[in-house]
């Protein structure tokens, strides 16, 4: 059979030609359905059958605690497919196989199966509707003993909710897509446990009796073969500053793990590691031995998620886009960055943030200058807009034409002596990621 694609520049380019709620405002048809998914599954041969799935969600967390579960479940032996998002440099990075991306090839192979399919759908698919079916396709075709599937918003009505997972993981509950999810922690809580299926283990990463409620009303209804919760099912009971990273002690069911390095920075890295060593757990019918969370936790890289690029100055990326979020990156640096310049802070947004939600814990944790820039995307949040908020709270602020030209002008403010934060959403991390990395090396630093 002749495949429509002769190269991942023609399949990329037809993927990138459909609806993408991630790039213009979320929202959901005006009545909400999977159905269509599904649909395409049929006609695929229900490709998520094929394999048994651990599903998360939650507000912040996600993509760190999926990346943790599929590294442990990869050194207990198993074939591991992991599916992400948003990327940061290559749509490919969203579909992985034994934690290495989906190839271009293989890429092409599964977006030419789709194509031919959609136009014997009901209505067309979105671009993120489609990176989910390319998903279960691949991790079918591969054999993968185990799928990890991370949300891409919400719970209930996202594409990947047509999995039926043994495993369910809401990491965190905050207040994050309100127009989408709803405008209370209550609410965003009973569409995330929508991912809660019949006969599968809930694992929770938060002990706020409300949210906890909402949960186990949710496992009551479908009938769930137990709920752990943080805090009293499973716990990161110690959580120490370490070189490199983080010095846990970590306690689930059946096991008490001591003195493991997860080497990745901030605290709420730890809780991240409790939450995915639990849904391994969970998963196994066992805690997994010594050596292996050991092993496993240690080979744990994030890319975007408070990695360090460069020293001189502190170059830090970080994800943080909601208030949730930069509360945490704010505590990390006041913790274990600490420099003699100025901290430096180039920031873009999306629509639909309050700026103060995330530039209020950067000045606590001494953010003095500030960078303003616009994400690649129709849902940027203008940088004057940005740059305005910062100086009523007593930063110095400027704005840039580019993200690049922004991550230029703050290596330049902070100096050999300083550091360079770029933050505020994915979409600028990713670019300034590829920026940064380019002038450190063209510098020599």
Not at 73 to 84: D, K, N, P, R
């Amino acid at each position: 059979m002749d495949l429509p694609f002769a190269s991942v520049a023609g399949a990329v380019g037809w993927l990138d030609a459909h609806v993408d709620y991630e790039r213009v405002a979320p929202t959901r048809r005006a009545l909400p359905t999977l159905e269509t998914v599904r649909e395409a599954l049929r006609l695929l041969g229900d490709p998520q059958e094929a394999f048994p799935v651990i599903h998360i969600t939650g507000t912040n967390g996600k993509g760190s605690t999926t990346t943790m579960i599929t590294a442990l479940l990869s050194e207990a032996g198993l074939s591991v497919g992991t599916y992400t998002s948003p990327n940061l440099h290559r749509v490919n990075e969203r579909i992985a196989r034994n934690e290495v991306p989906i190839s271009d090839g293989e890429l092409v192979d599964v977006l030419s199966h789709l194509a031919l399919i959609e136009p014997q759908l009901s209505e067309p698919l979105t671009r993120f509707e489609l990176l989910t079916l390319a998903a279960l396709v691949h991790f079918a075709n591969e054999a993968v003993e185990v799928a990890v599937v991370e949300v891409g918003l919400g719970g209930t009505w996202d594409s990947t909710n047509v999995v039926d997972g043994e495993v369910a993981v809401i990491t965190t509950i905050g207040l994050d897509h309100t127009a989408v999810l709803g405008s209370t922690p209550e609410e965003i809580a009973t569409d995330k446990s929508g991912i809660i299926k019949p006969g599968s283990t809930a694992i929770l990463g938060q002990a706020d009796p409300s949210i906890v409620e909402i949960v186990q009303r949710r496992c009551d209804e479908v009938g769930t073969a137990a709920l752990w919760v943080e805090g009293s099912d499973f716990s990161c009971v110690q959580n120490r500053l370490a070189f490199g990273g983080r010095l846990v002690d970590l306690i689930v069911p059946g096991g008490s793990f001591h003195d493991l390095l997860v080497p990745l920075h901030g605290e709420h890295q730890g809780r991240n590691a409790a939450v995915a060593l639990a849904a391994v757990s969970a998963f196994l019918g066992r805690a997994p031995s010594d050596e292996v969370v050991e092993a496993g936790l240690a080979r744990v890289t994030i890319p975007g998620r408070l990695e360090i690029l460069g020293h001189l100055p502190l170059v830090v990326v970080d994800g943080a886009h909601n208030a949730q979020g930069s509360a945490a990156l704010g505590m990390a640096l006041s913790e274990g960055f600490s420099v003699a310049g100025d901290k430096v802070l180039v920031i873009g947004m999306l629509e639909g943030r309050d700026p103060l939600d995330l530039l209020a814990p950067l000045a606590e944790a001494g953010v003095t200058k500030v960078v303003c820039v616009a994400p690649e995307t129709p849902r940027a949040m203008a940088p004057q807009a940005i740059a305005d908020a910062a100086r009523s709270i007593g930063l110095e602020a400027m704005t840039a034409d580019s993200i690049r030209s922004g991550c230029i002008e703050g290596l330049k403010l902070a100096g050999d002596e300083g550091m360079v934060l770029a933050t505020g959403s994915l979409y600028v991390v990713g670019d300034a990621r590829l920026t940064l990395l380019s002038e450190l090396d063209l510098l020599d630093r």
